[in-house]
């Protein structure tokens, strides 16, 4: 019963997390069949990788044509916090790795947010299944948010194909939006940083290094101040 209970929670916590996946999984669908993807393509990105923002730089940089290692690397890059993320819950995970696998599958920014607030809580079986509800509402509502996009874009292909092609502009504006959300003293030369090295590559016709270049270039700057600041 305590399993069971920790579940439905677990369920109920991820209410504020599948509001927020719904809108951003279906503009991830949408782009994909925009960019000539059959819908099961952009549907098997999520449910096998359920990582937003690398979804979102692999549709990018395979619609570039960037080399495969520097794809690899940057998603590596990106996604390398879930180290730490992992080991700040090691508390509240359970002990057996078969049990671990899939809550880590489900340890997303937002996962990992909601789930701090109970790391001081003791571990048993009623804190996994509430782990586990949590993960699993968030990655069902981004599969399913993604397969809605998907079908919608393809609708929009066939229904308005002038429509579509605006989205074209989904990734380069939700990238845009993510960067003006960030902005402040901190982040501000890391961001100018990454502009002037994408452009750069891109003047010298090198567009498929423009977002390794950015990205490489911001993580240099961003470096450099915070050992500056720690001198």
């Known amino acids: 019963m305590s399993r069971r209970r920790g579940l439905l929670r677990g369920l109920r916590s991820a209410g504020p997390i599948c509001?927020?996946?719904?809108p951003v999984a279906i503009t991830f669908g949408a782009a994909a069949t925009s960019f000539?993807?059959?819908?099961?393509?952009?549907?098997?990105?999520s449910a096998a990788i359920f990582a937003g923002g690398s979804q979102f730089i692999l549709l990018a940089a395979l619609h570039d044509a960037t080399p495969w290692p520097y794809v690899v690397a940057l998603c590596a890059l990106v996604d390398s916090r879930h180290?730490?993320?992992?080991?700040?819950?090691?508390?509240?995970?359970p002990?057996?790795?078969?049990?671990?696998?899939?809550?880590?599958m489900g340890l997303t920014d937002e996962v990992f947010a909601t789930a701090l607030t109970r790391r001081d809580a003791a571990p048993g079986r009623q804190l996994t299944a509430w782990l586990a509800g949590l993960a699993a509402a968030a990655y069902l509502s981004w599969v399913a948010g993604t397969a809605l996009g998907a079908v919608l874009g393809t609708v929009?292909?066939?229904a308005a194909p002038a429509l579509?092609?605006?989205?074209?502009?989904?990734?380069?504006?939700l990238f845009l939006a993510l960067a003006l959300d960030n902005l402040d003293r901190d982040?501000?030369?890391?961001?100018?940083?990454?502009a002037a090295a994408a452009l750069a590559a891109i003047w010298v016709g090198n567009i498929?290094?423009?977002?390794?270049?950015g990205v490489a270039a911001a993580t240099a700057v961003a470096v450099w101040r915070h050992r500056a600041a720690a001198a």
């Open 83 to 93: 180290i730490v993320y992992g080991a700040f819950l090691r508390r509240i995970f």
């Open 208 to 213: 498929a290094l423009a977002l390794a270049a």
């Open 156 to 158: 929009l292909n066939h």
């Open 95 to 104: 002990t057996r790795l078969s049990a671990r696998l899939p809550l880590a």
């Open 19 to 22: 509001l927020g996946y719904v």
């Open 187 to 194: 982040t501000a030369a890391p961001l100018l940083a990454a």
């Open 164 to 173: 579509t092609q605006a989205l074209d502009f989904a990734l380069p504006a």
């Open 36 to 45: 000539g993807y059959p819908v099961y393509v952009p549907v098997l990105f």
